[in-house]
């Protein structure tokens, strides 16, 4: 394992600082095939479990647990503010997961907005932050059971979770139960998204996921055809 490590590691970073260009799907046919396993998996479990999850719970039952999953992510967003230099966005989340672990109920309300004018803001990660640093996003990958992510930002899913209080909690059928829940509470989120997929789904998913990474990055700023940056 030692000996292979290095391997790995050298891999990943010449993946890492390829070309950002905005065709760089080098790995389109491994894609491709696991995009089509993901996608049987999602039709035949994910999919109905989460249209039976969302006919037998209540809207605002519903609302409410995706609370509770969107406030454990305040504090991944928090720490990537502070790693990226914006001590702003590091207070304002931290604030936010106080607020709403009190007097939200564990983020069952958002308390934050509904009280002291506090909206959610976009999410950070770490792999937003490996790109602030100035860590190219390599070719585009799609990950076994979860979906489309680049290169630079697949191993930052791993490290995110370090800043995720269910990660420390020692009850690990409790922890294990929470993350399924969360899962089936984010599918049935993207209920009724697949009627808007038009032309080839892949390639769809793929521009999709890359215009959202990108306007993360840039924290909304779009540049317009007169290298102006405009935000929205």
């Given at each position: 394992?030692?000996t292979?490590?290095?391997?790995?590691?050298?891999?990943?970073?010449?993946?890492?600082?390829?070309?950002d260009?905005?065709?760089?799907?080098?790995?389109?046919?491994?894609?491709?095939?696991?995009?089509?396993?993901?996608?049987?998996?999602?039709?035949?479990?994910?999919?109905?479990?989460?249209?039976?999850?969302?006919?037998?719970?209540?809207d605002?039952?519903?609302?409410?647990?995706?609370?509770?999953?969107?406030?454990l992510?305040?504090?991944?967003?928090?720490?990537?503010?502070?790693?990226?230099?914006?001590?702003?966005?590091?207070?304002?989340?931290?604030?936010?997961?106080?607020?709403?672990?009190?007097?939200?109920?564990?983020?069952?309300?958002?308390?934050?907005?509904?009280?002291?004018?506090?909206?959610k803001?976009?999410?950070?990660?770490?792999?937003?932050?490996?790109?602030?640093?100035?860590?190219?996003?390599?070719?585009?990958?799609?990950?076994?059971?979860?979906?489309?992510?680049?290169?630079?930002?697949?191993?930052?899913?791993?490290?995110?979770?370090?800043?995720?209080?269910?990660?420390?909690?020692?009850?690990?059928?409790?922890?294990?139960?929470?993350?399924?829940?969360?899962?089936?509470?984010?599918?049935?989120?993207?209920?009724?998204?697949?009627?808007?997929?038009?032309?080839?789904?892949?390639?769809?998913?793929?521009?999709?996921?890359?215009?959202?990474?990108?306007?993360?990055?840039?924290?909304?700023?779009?540049?317009d055809?007169?290298?102006?940056?405009?935000?929205?």
């Open positions: 394992m030692r292979l490590f290095p391997i790995v590691l050298l891999f990943w970073s010449a993946m890492v600082f390829a070309s260009d905005a065709e760089n799907d080098a790995l389109e046919p491994l894609n491709r095939a696991i995009f089509s396993i993901n996608d049987s998996l999602d039709q035949t479990i994910a999919a109905p479990m989460a249209r039976a999850y969302s006919n037998i719970t209540p605002p039952i519903q609302q409410g647990i995706a609370n509770v999953f969107s406030n992510e305040e504090l991944t967003s928090a720490a990537n503010n502070g790693l990226q230099g914006k001590l702003e966005g590091f207070v304002y989340g931290a604030g936010r997961f106080l607020i709403n672990s009190t007097i939200g109920m564990a983020g069952f309300f958002d308390a934050a907005d509904k009280l002291f004018e506090m909206p803001d976009e999410p950070e990660d770490f792999g937003q932050t490996l790109a602030v640093w100035g860590i190219g996003e390599g070719p585009y990958v799609v990950i076994p059971f979860l979906g489309p992510s680049s290169i630079r930002d697949a191993p930052s899913r791993f490290f995110d979770t370090f800043t995720n209080p269910l990660r420390y909690h020692s009850n690990v059928s409790l922890r294990n139960s929470m993350t399924g829940m969360s899962l089936l509470s984010a599918r049935a989120g993207l209920l009724g998204v697949e009627d808007l997929v038009s032309g080839d789904e892949y390639i769809f998913v793929r521009d999709i996921y890359r215009q959202r990474r990108s306007y993360l990055v840039k924290d909304g700023a779009i540049e055809d007169f290298g102006e940056d405009d935000d929205y």
